[in-house]
């Protein structure tokens, strides 16, 4: 059941920061979404806040166990003043499924959508519309239970933070260098891969801190058991035109199922571009190039949204992609889904939900 949002608005709105320098989540907008659960009496209390730091106990359970789980999903402003979202529905099926592995309450999806639309609505002014421009929406679940045995929090806090964004990566839309990475592993089959939760990003770290040292700027993740298929990058998720097909790894358990993945692979289909979801070896894929057939590579994430690959390294062995240029594939699907997104192109698959 969807209850009554309390709106608290703010007496100090905050200079709106230049639309030419916005980069990645670093400005936040004047509100945040708060939403309370106790295993007594279930979700509770949804509000509409000033944005402002929170107050947790320290023995609050997300401290100490990561039980915490979160989203990200855009807004963006038509040119006639419409504000659409992409997808959102997905962003709470994918919600409870992470929910799910980490032992954190069910949100019912109807609440999840008013709390999003009743927080934009309240920042609507926010939301920013130069060209490769929109506001980055973060829902998250933090356990906030003051205790430090081991088992499920019995009070968390599900909150909704925005952030008026431009590209994620520093070099805007340019092909990106990623270092496929041998030593370190992101997840296993049975392990937490699959869920957006804290823990994958931080087992991250370290293999993109080494990267950067070496020139690149993100990490391409190898499986888990025998380090030799590809899996994901931790921002995004991956796709290979190998000789007119476009290829990316299958959702295997460990892999997160990307809603811009999944909004690629439906266009490809409209467009009749063959499209296989398989097992791809990091070996295959440079005997591939080796063979003159690997066309184009790139990135797709909510964040990233299409990211052309200009190389990889894989144990010292770069691998320039497109002779490190943005493909036409890439720049295709980048120009289809932006436009789909912002309302200039039309949307035949009935993605986008005006707020
Ligand atoms: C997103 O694309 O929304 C992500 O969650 C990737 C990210 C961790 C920046």
Known sequence: MVQAVEIQRTQNKKEKPSEQKLGFGVHYTDHMFILDYDAGSGWHSPRVVPYQPIVLDPAAKVFHYGQTVFEGLKAYRTEDGRVLLFRPNKNIQRLNRSNERLSIPYLEEDVFIDALKQLIEVDRDWIPSSPGTSLYIRPFIIATQPALGVAPSTQYKFMIIMSPVGAYYANGVNPVKIYVESHYVRAVNGGVGEAKTAGNYAAGLSAQEEAKAK???????????????????????????????????????????????????????????????????????????????LEEAFGTGTAAVISPIGELNWRGDKLIINNGETGELSAKLYESLTGIQTGTLPDPFGWMVEV
């Open 215 to 293: 020139g690149y700027e993100q990490v391409l993740w190898l499986d888990g058991v025998h380090r030799k298929y590809i899996e994901e990058v931790g921002s995004m998720n991956v796709f290979f035109k190998i000789n007119g097909t476009v290829h990316t790894p299958a959702l295997n358990g460990s892999i997160l199922d990307g809603i811009t993945r999944n909004s690629i692979i439906q266009q490809l289909q409209h467009w009749n571009i063959p499209v296989e979801e398989r097992t791809i070896s990091i070996e295959e894929l440079y005997d591939y190039h080796e063979k003159g057939m």
